[in-house]
Protein backbone atom coordinates (compact mmCIF):
# COMPACT_ATOMS: atom_id res chain seq x y z
CA UNK A 1 0.00 0.00 0.00
CA UNK A 2 1.08 3.06 -1.33
CA UNK A 3 1.45 6.18 1.52
CA UNK A 4 2.91 9.68 1.19
CA UNK A 5 3.31 11.78 4.09
CA UNK A 6 4.53 15.26 4.25
CA UNK A 7 6.36 17.27 6.66
CA UNK A 8 7.70 20.47 8.27
CA UNK A 9 6.92 23.41 10.09
CA UNK A 10 3.40 24.31 10.75
CA UNK A 11 4.47 27.89 11.02
CA UNK A 12 6.47 30.20 8.50
CA UNK A 13 7.38 34.04 8.77
CA UNK A 14 6.72 36.51 6.04
CA UNK A 15 9.73 36.87 4.27
CA UNK A 16 11.40 33.60 4.95
CA UNK A 17 11.47 30.15 3.11
CA UNK A 18 8.95 27.07 3.19
CA UNK A 19 10.79 24.02 3.64
CA UNK A 20 8.20 20.66 3.11
CA UNK A 21 9.27 17.06 2.87
CA UNK A 22 7.05 14.49 1.36
CA UNK A 23 8.20 10.69 2.57
CA UNK A 24 6.90 8.27 0.29
CA UNK A 25 6.51 4.48 1.30
CA UNK A 26 5.35 1.29 -0.46
CA UNK A 27 6.98 2.09 -3.45
CA UNK A 28 9.93 3.71 -4.96
CA UNK A 29 10.06 7.57 -5.99
CA UNK A 30 13.30 6.31 -8.64
CA UNK A 31 10.11 4.41 -10.39
CA UNK A 32 9.76 5.87 -14.03
CA UNK A 33 6.09 5.00 -13.95
CA UNK A 34 5.27 7.95 -12.21
CA UNK A 35 6.05 11.77 -10.86
CA UNK A 36 5.75 13.62 -7.73
CA UNK A 37 3.47 16.62 -7.40
CA UNK A 38 2.81 19.50 -4.85
CA UNK A 39 -0.80 21.12 -4.88
CA UNK A 40 -2.30 23.43 -2.15
CA UNK A 41 -4.91 24.48 -1.38
CA UNK A 42 -5.71 28.13 0.62
CA UNK A 43 -8.51 27.68 3.72
CA UNK A 44 -11.79 27.44 2.16
CA UNK A 45 -10.61 27.30 -1.04
CA UNK A 46 -10.05 25.49 -4.24
CA UNK A 47 -6.80 23.32 -5.17
CA UNK A 48 -3.76 24.88 -7.04
CA UNK A 49 -1.27 22.83 -8.83
CA UNK A 50 2.52 23.83 -7.75
CA UNK A 51 4.49 21.53 -9.87
CA UNK A 52 6.35 18.09 -10.01
CA UNK A 53 9.37 16.39 -10.32
CA UNK A 54 10.53 13.00 -12.16
CA UNK A 55 12.63 10.35 -11.29
CA UNK A 56 15.34 11.90 -13.36
CA UNK A 57 15.14 15.10 -11.80
CA UNK A 58 13.53 17.31 -13.97
CA UNK A 59 10.69 19.55 -12.65
CA UNK A 60 8.38 21.57 -14.08
CA UNK A 61 6.56 24.67 -11.98
CA UNK A 62 3.56 26.74 -12.11
CA UNK A 63 4.22 29.89 -13.54
CA UNK A 64 2.70 32.10 -11.08
CA UNK A 65 5.13 30.37 -8.48
CA UNK A 66 8.60 29.30 -11.00
CA UNK A 67 10.62 32.25 -9.49
CA UNK A 68 10.15 30.90 -5.92
CA UNK A 69 10.13 27.40 -6.01
CA UNK A 70 12.60 24.79 -5.76
CA UNK A 71 11.92 20.69 -5.68
CA UNK A 72 14.18 18.29 -5.29
CA UNK A 73 14.42 14.21 -4.87
CA UNK A 74 16.45 12.28 -1.90
CA UNK A 75 16.34 9.06 -3.43
CA UNK A 76 18.18 6.85 -0.26
CA UNK A 77 15.31 8.54 1.96
CA UNK A 78 12.56 7.64 -0.82
CA UNK A 79 11.54 11.69 -0.26
CA UNK A 80 11.00 14.65 -2.35
CA UNK A 81 10.77 17.98 -1.17
CA UNK A 82 9.70 21.30 -1.73
CA UNK A 83 11.14 24.76 -0.98
CA UNK A 84 9.39 28.49 -1.24
CA UNK A 85 10.71 31.52 -0.75
CA UNK A 86 9.67 35.14 0.47
CA UNK A 87 6.34 33.39 1.24
CA UNK A 88 3.80 35.80 2.25
CA UNK A 89 0.23 35.77 4.29
CA UNK A 90 -0.75 34.32 0.23
CA UNK A 91 1.04 31.34 0.68
CA UNK A 92 -1.35 30.17 3.63
CA UNK A 93 -2.41 26.90 2.63
CA UNK A 94 -2.77 23.05 2.91
CA UNK A 95 0.46 22.16 1.15
CA UNK A 96 -0.50 18.32 -0.51
CA UNK A 97 2.20 15.86 -1.86
CA UNK A 98 0.19 13.52 -4.37
CA UNK A 99 2.09 10.73 -6.47
CA UNK A 100 1.00 11.08 -10.84
CA UNK A 101 0.57 8.09 -13.04
CA UNK A 102 3.05 8.61 -15.65
CA UNK A 103 0.26 7.17 -18.07
CA UNK A 104 -2.77 7.83 -20.32
CA UNK A 105 -4.87 10.71 -17.89
CA UNK A 106 -1.56 11.32 -16.05
CA UNK A 107 -3.84 11.20 -12.97
CA UNK A 108 -2.95 11.14 -8.81
CA UNK A 109 -3.95 8.38 -7.62
CA UNK A 110 -2.05 8.47 -4.26
CA UNK A 111 -2.15 11.97 -2.17
CA UNK A 112 -0.49 12.62 1.04
CA UNK A 113 -2.85 13.63 4.15
CA UNK A 114 -1.65 17.38 3.47
CA UNK A 115 0.06 19.84 6.22
CA UNK A 116 -1.41 23.01 7.32
CA UNK A 117 1.39 26.01 6.86
CA UNK A 118 0.79 29.60 8.15
CA UNK A 119 2.62 32.63 6.97
CA UNK A 120 2.45 34.78 9.72
CA UNK A 121 4.68 36.91 12.21
CA UNK B 1 -2.81 28.22 -18.55
CA UNK B 2 -6.12 26.21 -19.44
CA UNK B 3 -8.83 27.49 -17.54
CA UNK B 4 -11.29 24.73 -15.88
CA UNK B 5 -14.77 26.26 -15.12
CA UNK B 6 -17.09 24.05 -13.31
CA UNK B 7 -21.11 24.12 -13.07
CA UNK B 8 -22.63 24.32 -10.91
CA UNK B 9 -20.44 25.70 -7.62
CA UNK B 10 -22.62 23.89 -5.48
CA UNK B 11 -25.93 21.64 -5.73
CA UNK B 12 -28.41 20.16 -3.49
CA UNK B 13 -29.63 16.68 -4.12
CA UNK B 14 -31.42 14.03 -2.16
CA UNK B 15 -29.72 10.49 -1.42
CA UNK B 16 -31.01 8.59 -4.26
CA UNK B 17 -30.64 10.96 -6.59
CA UNK B 18 -29.04 11.46 -9.58
CA UNK B 19 -26.64 14.44 -10.23
CA UNK B 20 -24.56 15.59 -12.96
CA UNK B 21 -21.59 18.15 -12.52
CA UNK B 22 -20.02 19.78 -15.75
CA UNK B 23 -16.55 20.98 -16.38
CA UNK B 24 -15.76 23.12 -19.38
CA UNK B 25 -12.15 23.62 -20.42
CA UNK B 26 -10.93 26.95 -22.40
CA UNK B 27 -9.39 24.92 -25.11
CA UNK B 28 -9.11 21.12 -26.50
CA UNK B 29 -7.49 19.11 -23.38
CA UNK B 30 -8.58 15.92 -25.72
CA UNK B 31 -9.73 13.17 -22.95
CA UNK B 32 -6.83 14.71 -20.70
CA UNK B 33 -9.75 15.41 -17.64
CA UNK B 34 -9.57 13.70 -14.02
CA UNK B 35 -12.11 14.19 -11.34
CA UNK B 36 -11.55 13.71 -7.56
CA UNK B 37 -13.62 13.88 -4.35
CA UNK B 38 -12.75 15.97 -1.50
CA UNK B 39 -14.01 15.41 1.96
CA UNK B 40 -14.11 18.25 4.77
CA UNK B 41 -10.51 17.92 5.97
CA UNK B 42 -9.08 14.87 3.92
CA UNK B 43 -7.33 14.86 0.57
CA UNK B 44 -8.68 14.65 -2.52
CA UNK B 45 -9.56 10.84 -4.10
CA UNK B 46 -9.59 10.07 -7.63
CA UNK B 47 -12.78 8.86 -9.07
CA UNK B 48 -12.28 9.17 -12.91
CA UNK B 49 -9.39 9.45 -14.90
CA UNK B 50 -8.88 10.00 -18.90
CA UNK B 51 -12.13 11.54 -18.68
CA UNK B 52 -14.45 8.32 -18.36
CA UNK B 53 -11.55 5.64 -16.58
CA UNK B 54 -13.34 4.26 -13.28
CA UNK B 55 -10.62 4.36 -10.65
CA UNK B 56 -9.93 0.97 -9.16
CA UNK B 57 -12.41 0.52 -6.05
CA UNK B 58 -14.68 3.62 -6.93
CA UNK B 59 -18.44 2.29 -6.74
CA UNK B 60 -19.80 2.14 -10.48
CA UNK B 61 -22.45 4.59 -9.62
CA UNK B 62 -19.63 7.26 -10.90
CA UNK B 63 -18.78 7.79 -14.35
CA UNK B 64 -17.68 9.97 -16.43
CA UNK B 65 -17.99 11.44 -19.70
CA UNK B 66 -16.86 13.83 -22.40
CA UNK B 67 -13.97 14.89 -24.71
CA UNK B 68 -12.01 18.25 -25.79
CA UNK B 69 -13.80 20.66 -24.02
CA UNK B 70 -16.74 19.76 -22.23
CA UNK B 71 -17.35 17.04 -19.92
CA UNK B 72 -19.42 15.31 -17.04
CA UNK B 73 -19.26 13.80 -13.83
CA UNK B 74 -22.51 11.73 -13.12
CA UNK B 75 -23.72 10.19 -10.10
CA UNK B 76 -26.67 7.71 -10.45
CA UNK B 77 -28.31 7.00 -6.72
CA UNK B 78 -26.65 9.24 -4.30
CA UNK B 79 -25.39 7.45 -1.16
CA UNK B 80 -24.51 9.81 2.04
CA UNK B 81 -20.86 9.31 2.05
CA UNK B 82 -21.14 10.86 -1.83
CA UNK B 83 -22.02 14.41 -0.41
CA UNK B 84 -18.55 16.04 -0.70
CA UNK B 85 -16.58 18.63 -3.33
CA UNK B 86 -15.94 17.56 -6.13
CA UNK B 87 -12.92 19.03 -8.72
CA UNK B 88 -12.38 18.64 -12.21
CA UNK B 89 -8.44 18.79 -13.42
CA UNK B 90 -6.72 19.04 -16.99
CA UNK B 91 -3.46 17.16 -17.19
CA UNK B 92 -3.38 18.06 -21.48
CA UNK B 93 -0.85 20.68 -20.74
CA UNK B 94 1.07 22.06 -17.43
CA UNK B 95 0.32 23.37 -15.31
CA UNK B 96 -2.58 21.20 -14.66
CA UNK B 97 -5.13 23.38 -13.61
CA UNK B 98 -8.39 22.17 -11.23
CA UNK B 99 -11.83 23.55 -11.35
CA UNK B 100 -12.95 25.75 -8.31
CA UNK B 101 -14.87 22.61 -7.08
CA UNK B 102 -18.41 22.23 -6.90
CA UNK B 103 -19.76 21.47 -3.86
CA UNK B 104 -22.78 18.51 -3.02
CA UNK B 105 -24.93 18.94 0.10
CA UNK B 106 -27.61 17.48 1.22
CA UNK B 107 -31.11 18.43 0.85
Known amino acids: QVQLQESGPGLVKPSQTLSLTCTVS??????????WSWIRQPPGKGLEWIGY???????YYSPSLKSRITMSMHTSKNQFSLRLTSVSAADTAVYYC?????????????WGQGTLVTVSS | DIQMTQSPSSLSASVGDRVTITCRAS??????LNWYQQKPGKAPKLLIY???ILQSAVPSRFSGSGSETDFTLTVSGLQPEDFATYYC?????????FGQGTNLEIK
Open chain 2, 27 to 32: QSISGY
Open chain 1, 26 to 35: GGSISSGDYY
Open chain 1, 98 to 110: ARGVDSYGYPYDY
Open chain 2, 89 to 97: QQSYRTPYT
Open chain 1, 53 to 59: IYYSGDT
Open chain 2, 50 to 52: AAS
